[in-house]
Every structure is written in structure tokens, then in C-alpha cells.
């Protein structure tokens, strides 16, 4: 698993001057990641997987734009992701109300409608940078094993059959942890809400 510096040493790669390699690591890394979350939170899998390809070729077109001092690299990424995913969505609606949703088997829904701009404004990245601050600090303040289990299974993506082996503990010991480490993250996240 990458760290954050190596993730930002990897866009400023194709920011600076198009490294296909540090391109291809970042894709590896987050693509499918990006499909995980968008098939997780309720779209498709197909489209899914046209909307990770989407998200993957913004962050081609744009790494320029990433600033590190304003959030991580991944919060960049699936910020960009949630607003293709919102987009998507948003014009399946309108298309469905207006009844031009496209015939799947004519040529004219070959074509991909056009997405709004991704990029996130100044008070949404204040928000995504403050979230994660605060997630941040609610995970420093778990106890190291809850912090390792939740991290393994949230961030890392690890089955828990895996995470289990990997720390040589019974599968219902991991499962125990993770809820309780949800638990707490969730009593300190409402703690530090305004």
C-alpha cells in the first residue's frame, strides 16, 4: 500500500511531465478502489466501471490541479468520483423524466453524455479537508489493535478472513474489533461534530 507521499510523488509525476508509469500506479492503486466504492454505495457494476474509468482519466487530465495542501490525494479522487456518480445519476433521472432515456440498442446510446465539471469548489474542499481531519483524529485516538483492523478492512480493502491470518487471530476476534472500532470511531466523529 502506497503511502501519501509516495501517492503525491506519483501525480506530481504526471502532473510535471505525464509519466505513464507513476499514471499506471496510481491506477492500479485507485481504480479499483474507485469501482469498490460506486458498486458499494448502489451504482451498477458496468457503469461503475465506466464511471472508475472516468475518474481515472480526470485525474490524467488534471493532476496539475491537485494541491496536497488542500486534502490527500484520495479524498481528491473520490470527491471527483461521488460528482460523476452524482452526474450519472442526474441525468439518468432527467433522461428517464423526459422520456429520451436512450434505446440501448440504437447507435445514438453508444455516445457518453458529456459530465459536468468535477472539480470541486473552495467550500466543498474545506469540507472534504475538515472531515478528514476530523477522521483522522478520531482514528489517532483508537486503540493501536481497533486502529490496525479498521484500517486493513476500510482503507486496505483486506477480507477479514485475510486481515485474520495476516494477525494470526481468530476470524470473530477480527470481526469484534472492527464493529467495536466502528462504534468508537462513530462516538468520537459525533464528539468532534460542531
Known amino acids: 500500500m502506497p503511502t501519501n507521499d509516495q501517492l ?5 509525476a504526471v502532473a510535471s511531465n505525464g509519466d505513464r508509469e507513476a499514471f499506471a500506479a496510481l491506477f492500479r492503486h485507485f481504480a479499483p478502489r474507485v469501482k469498490g466504492f460506486l458498486v458499494r454505495s448502489g451504482t451498477p457494476a458496468p457503469v461503475a466501471e465506466d464511471l472508475a474509468q472516468e475518474a481515472m482519466v480526470i485525474l490524467w487530465r488534471r493532476a496539475a490541479t491537485f494541491d496536497p495542501q488542500r486534502a490527500a490525494l484520495s479524498t481528491w479522487v473520490f470527491t ?4 460523476l456518480r452524482v452526474d450519472y445519476f442526474r441525468r439518468a433521472k432527467l433522461d428517464v423524466a423526459a422520456g429520451a432515456y436512450p434505446d440501448p440498442d440504437s447507435e445514438a446510446g453508444d455516445e457518453a453524455p458529456q459530465v459536468a465539471d468535477p472539480q470541486p469548489g473552495p467550500d466543498e474542499w474545506a469540507q472534504v479537508a475538515e472531515r478528514e ?7 489517532a ?7 490496525l483492523v479498521l484500517r486493513l478492512s476500510f482503507f486496505e480493502e483486506q477480507p477479514h478472513a485475510t486481515i485474520a491470518r ?12 472492527i464493529r467495536l472500532a466502528v462504534a468508537q470511531l462513530r462516538r468520537k466523529l459525533d464528539q468532534l461534530a460542531p
Open 133 to 139: 481531519f476530523s477522521v483522522r483524529r478520531a482514528l
Open 80 to 83: 471527483i468520483t461521488r460528482n
Open 8 to 12: 503525491n510523488e506519483w501525480i506530481c
Open 141 to 147: 485516538e483508537l486503540p493501536p489493535e481497533h486502529a
Open 166 to 177: 495476516e494477525l494470526k487471530l481468530p476470524l470473530g476476534t477480527v470481526k469484534s474489533r
